[in-house]
Nanobody, 122 residues
Framework: QVQLVESGGGLVQAGGSLRLSCAAS????????MGWFRQAPGKEREFAAG????????YLADSVKGRFTISRDNAKNTVYLQMNSLKAEDTAVYYC???????????????WGQGTQVTVSS
């Protein structure tokens, strides 16, 4: 069982930056791949970024490549999403997820946080 708690969301102007954090409970954090998904009003939850157990491999959605970076600190049981050059279309609730393997399909992930709101004003 893994419990996830996101933080770091907020209101930012277009072009600004935010760093989201996701703290995980349990001693097996390093055995889980981690992901960030986002869901805008009226839209399906979509993959934003994923990272392997060691952090050696990362995956980004085309819409965030060159602007977002995912990283993890296994000693702190935490995964991060650094978001730069934010755009209005990045406005969404951002969710942290954990699973044994990385997938771009939200329905395949086992564990989810409660989400944190990111609002980008234009």
């Amino acid at each position: 069982q893994v419990q996830l708690v996101e933080s770091g969301g907020g209101l930012v102007q277009a072009g600004g930056s935010l760093r989201l954090s996701c703290a995980a409970s349990g001693r097996t954090f390093s055995s889980y791949a981690m992901g960030w998904f986002r869901q805008a009003p009226g839209k399906e939850r979509e993959f934003a970024a994923g990272i392997s157990t060691s952090g050696g491999s990362t995956y980004l959605a085309d819409s965030v490549k060159g602007r977002f970076t995912i990283s993890r600190d296994n000693a702190k049981n935490t995964v991060y999403l650094q978001m730069n050059s934010l755009k209005a279309e990045d406005t969404a609730v951002y969710y942290c997820a954990a699973d044994r393997i990385i997938s771009r399909v939200a329905g395949t992930w086992d564990y989810w946080g409660q989400g944190t709101q990111v609002t980008v004003s234009s």
